[in-house]
């Protein structure tokens, strides 16, 4: 730890960050450190909170980092842990969905307060408030939203620091970089880019920063990658929500790791739009390092595509499987296959579209189990508040409920969903989970699949990460 437990001021908790150390920790640290305050970080994905209950007691603020849903579902749970060992002490949530569910987290005492956005400089207000007791929930600082005082995400540039990292838990209590020939190196991540320029409606960053996104100066990327490869990491994951979004920073930032580090190999997220637009910058990529790419597909089907707004047609992601061929770079999409507007014939077609063309090793098991979340202020109740299928909001599980018309698709759900968090995490040939897959869903049907029932592996298992939750 980075200061003693008696002049312990803030801590920041962070609860799962795919798989990685978290950023959301490292930067606010070096913040806070830069502030004066006295501050220190653990991260619940891979520590127990029963290890630092005088931690928890000397804090004067406890952050708790939830940048996706699963991070609030074990927040909440944080929380009452937090409150039971310190009654006294300002918990704040921070991160996309911590301002999404504000009013939740705050009426049910979970939160004292919520940030979303670019939470760093407000985090550091928040806590000299705290500390000095000047705090007051009906006139928080800028940005920060209260029971009694709502803001909006903070959307204004920062004034970048490179992370503090060094005192949070090793690389190697993470999820590891596997090569195409099945060789484990140690995996960091660092971000280039935050917030997004596209608004596709059921993705949380659009909620938050509405189009708009800000670049991290290159030179504070870099560092943060030395830092890294200090300490043993060997392959970073850009963690932008797409990197992408600005090409020539993200062509500078390469370039710059690659002169300086030419060992290191990388991955990013980008959309199949800017896939296809900026092609020709995917030989640069793959002589620079990038051993593969994430882009979210999430379904084949053109209309529930446009009801997205992802951009994209089926024809697109043809276009784009042969780009990234010719590219020699392996492409990892991520899927959405069970919305409301998706049918049977959707998912049977997408079965086959990954059997037909070698994808199974590349898309995680999991993938073919997710299901649309929309949480308050999503995007997509603009235009389905009225809609049959919606729901109400279950504020305790941070998603309006939807119930799928075709009660066939939502036993499919559950079947899949269960099978696929019966797989054993270690077990990288998905050949067998996807024909189990396959299996279930030509039996809902009443059809048998007509094919071989395990699929042939025609070439090396793709590169990628232990952590299959990558998207």
């Not at 060992?263 to 020709?280: G, S």
Request: hydrophobic fraction near 40%.
């Amino acid at each position: 730890m980075y200061v003693g437990i008696n002049c312990l001021e803030v801590l920041l908790i962070s609860c799962y960050e795919l798989g990685h150390q978290p950023f959301s920790l490292a930067s606010p640290l070096r913040f806070l450190r830069d502030g004066g305050i006295n501050a220190s970080g653990i991260d619940l994905a891979v520590e127990n909170i029963n290890d630092y209950e005088e931690h928890i007691k000397s804090a004067r603020l406890v952050l708790v980092s939830v940048r996706m849903h699963n991070a609030l579902r074990l927040g909440v749970a944080a929380s009452k842990r937090i409150r039971a060992l310190n009654p006294q002490t300002h918990i704040c949530f921070y991160g996309d969905y911590a301002g999404l569910n504000s009013d939740y987290l705050c009426k049910e005492q979970y939160a004292d307060s919520t940030i979303s956005g670019e939470f760093e400089t407000t985090i550091v207000e928040l806590a000299r408030a705290v500390i000095d007791d000047s705090f007051q929930s009906n006139g928080p600082p800028l940005g920060v939203s209260t029971l009694h005082s709502m803001a909006k995400p903070v959307l204004q540039r920062t004034s970048f620091l490179v992370p503090a990292r060094a005192d949070l838990p090793a690389f190697d209590s993470y999820a590891r970089f596997r090569d195409d020939k099945g060789q484990l190196h140690l995996a960091g991540s660092t971000e280039t880019t935050r917030g997004c320029k596209y608004v596709c409606r059921h993705c949380p960053v659009t909620s938050v920063y509405h189009g708009k996104f800000f670049v991290v100066p290159e030179d504070i990327v870099i560092a943060d990658i030395r830092n890294q490869v200090a300490q043993g990491v060997r392959h970073i994951s850009f963690s932008d929500p797409d990197f992408l979004n600005g090409p020539g920073h993200a062509r500078r930032v390469v370039t710059a790791m690659h002169s300086e580090f030419p060992e290191i190999t990388f991955d990013f997220t980008a959309r199949i739009p800017h896939l296809l637009k900026y092609r020709h910058l995917l030989s640069e990529m793959k002589s620079t390092g990038c051993a593969f790419v994430i882009s979210a597909m999430e379904t084949l089907n053109d209309d529930v595509l446009e009801v997205l707004d992802k951009g994209h047609t089926k024809a697109d992601i043809i276009q784009v499987l042969g780009i990234m061929k010719k590219a020699q770079i392996p492409w990892r999409p991520s899927l959405l296959p069970f919305t409301p507007w998706a049918t049977l014939d959707d998912y049977l077609d997408l079965l086959d579209f990954v059997r037909n063309h070698d994808l199974v090793q590349n898309i995680d098991p999991v993938q073919f189990s997710l299901r649309l979340l929309i949480p308050p202020g999503s995007a997509l109740l603009e235009q389905n508040a009225n809609a049959e299928w919606l729901g109400d909001l279950d504020a305790a599980n941070f998603s309006y409920t939807w119930s799928h018309p075709d009660i066939r698709m939502e036993q499919l759900w559950s079947q899949i969903n269960r099978a696929v968090r019966k797989s054993p995490n270690e077990d990288i040939d998905h050949s067998k989970m996807f024909s189990v897959i396959e299996g279930l869903a030509y039996a809902m049907v009443s059809k048998t699949p007509p094919f071989t029932s395990i699929v042939s592996q025609k070439r090396p298992i793709p590169a990628g990460l232990t952590e299959s939750w990558f998207c």
